[in-house]
């Protein structure tokens, strides 16, 4: 079956570093989205890819979807506090959607 | 307009003991999940309605694990005879479409943190 990768598990930081956590599916994929969880909270919506080589940004957040739609990255630039959380990649393969594992991150003031 | 929403927040029930977990989708959301998490985990699938069937109960860890949904609303997940094991926050989330394709973005809920002594 599909399965979606994340790297890294854990990743400490310093604040205002830069972090970035990648997305690796074993299949193709149709689109591609993302979430973050506060620690104690629950996963929130944050957004969808669709085209392949897509990038969209949030303010500090940069999101890439690959030209082969089979991976996906998220970069934050200058990493604050309020940055602390896991967050998830979850592949649409056309069956279901499939969260990878999640990368927490830990951000030192 | 409301959220998902669940019930109970909290769970402490004894090993043996059956539990019910409630969840209360955004009105109008064809599709429900339910998800477990342990602590400083990933989420694990267990289960999705598409309305009120279920194409995929791939994920029940076990039979005694189970789950319905009635009225294209409320599910419920009930685990017979707990076990240790299943100590965890369960998820639920819904989505306007199906799946897969558009409008699949998932919306959950604040989750059902359960505890087995």
């Known amino acids: 079956g599909q399965q979606v990768m994340q790297i890294p598990q854990y990743q400490h930081v310093q604040e205002g570093e830069d972090f970035t956590t990648y997305c690796n599916s074993s299949t193709t994929l149709s689109n591609i989205q993302w979430y973050k969880q506060r620690p104690g909270g629950h996963p929130v919506f944050l957004i969808q890819?669709?085209?392949?080589?897509e990038v969209k940004k949030q303010k500090r957040l940069t999101f890439q979807f690959g030209e082969a739609k089979k991976n996906s990255s998220l970069h934050i630039t200058a990493t604050q506090t309020t940055d602390v959380g896991t967050y998830f990649c979850?592949?649409?393969?056309?069956?279901?959607?499939?969260f990878g594992g999640g990368t927490r991150l830990m951000v030192k003031p | 307009g409301a959220g998902v929403s669940q019930s109970p927040s909290n769970k402490v029930t004894e090993k043996g003991k059956d539990v019910e977990l409630r969840c209360d989708p955004i009105s109008g959301h064809t599709a429900l999940y339910w998800y477990r998490q342990r602590l400083g985990q990933g989420l694990e699938f267990l289960i999705y309605?598409?309305?009120?069937?279920?194409?995929?109960k791939s994920g029940l860890p076990s039979d005694r694990f189970s789950a319905e949904r009635t009225g294209e609303s409320v599910s419920t997940l009930t685990i017979q005879r707990t076990q240790q094991e299943d100590s965890a926050v369960y998820l639920c989330?819904?989505?306007?479409?199906?799946?897969?394709?558009?409008?699949?973005?998932?919306?959950f809920g604040p989750g059902t943190r359960l505890t087995v002594l």
């Open positions: 309605f598409q309305g009120n069937s279920a194409p995929d």
């Open positions: 890819l669709v085209k392949s080589g």
């Open positions: 979850a592949g649409d393969a056309g069956n279901m959607l499939t």
């Open positions: 989330a819904s989505s306007l479409g199906s799946p897969t394709g558009s409008y699949n973005e998932q919306f």
